[in-house]
């Protein structure tokens, strides 16, 4: 089946690394995302990661992606207050129609 | 590089009406797409147009809604009649191609309220 799940809520101080996890069903999922959703805005592709690829780093951002467990994990590190969004983790599948399945998003809040 | 456009930004009908919505994709994007978001859900997609052919609209419920993209360019969503259930955010996105859905990107979305 088709599913993707994350944590509802994150808080995180401000300065400290934020790690969002998500996981997903189905095992022949060709690409990973993570997209960042800003109040009243559209869906911002973040970074994406091929599902033969472990690891990808870009600035600020880390992904990690486990096959073996479907676990996929968005690292931030030194989180500011424009950090705060909701994040959603999706998945792509290896087929003709490549539809993309989000999950439900984690909300990302920042203490002071 | 302008982004994709999306109107109206809001709308507010009564349950019954129809109602219309307008997007117009990345100059040179051949795939658009129209998500449905659900306060609290993530985007579901509803349709995927590669040109102005339909390549998925499993998730469409086809006896009200509809979508078109005639001459490969903008597309509009329809709704008619609307249900309470539909109020939502409706996105629409573009890439490339199908193939390069990772260069996918989205609108502001138009917020619909049906009460």
């Known amino acids: 089946g088709e599913d993707v799940e994350q944590s509802l809520f994150l808080s995180v101080r401000e300065g400290d690394s934020s790690v969002i996890n998500c996981t997903y069903t189905d095992s022949s999922s060709t690409y990973l995302y993570w997209y960042k959703q800003e109040p009243g805005a559209g869906l911002q592709l973040l970074t994406y990661i091929f599902s033969n690829m472990d690891m990808k780093q870009d600035q600020r951002l880390t992904v990690l992606l486990n096959k073996k467990d479907k676990h996929l994990s968005l690292r931030i590190a030194d989180t500011q207050t424009g950090d705060s969004a909701i994040y959603f983790c999706a998945e792509k599948f290896d087929s003709s129609a490549s539809k993309i399945i989000f999950g439900s998003g984690t909300r990302l809040s920042i203490r002071p | ?115």
């Open chain 2, 1 to 115: 590089e302008a982004g994709v456009a999306q109107s109206p930004r809001y709308k507010i009908i009564e349950k019954r009406q129809s109602v219309a919505f307008w997007c117009n994709p990345i100059s040179g994007h051949a795939t658009l797409y129209w998500y449905q978001q659900i306060l609290g859900q993530g985007p579901k997609l509803l349709i995927q147009f590669q040109n102005n052919g339909v390549v998925d609209d499993s998730q469409l419920p086809k006896d009200r809604f509809s979508a078109e993209r005639l001459k490969g360019v903008d597309s509009t969503l329809k709704i008619q009649p609307a249900k309470l259930e539909d109020s939502a955010v409706y996105l629409c996105a573009s890439s490339p191609s199908s193939d390069r859905s990772y260069e996918q990107y989205f609108g502001p979305g138009t917020r619909l309220t049906v009460t």
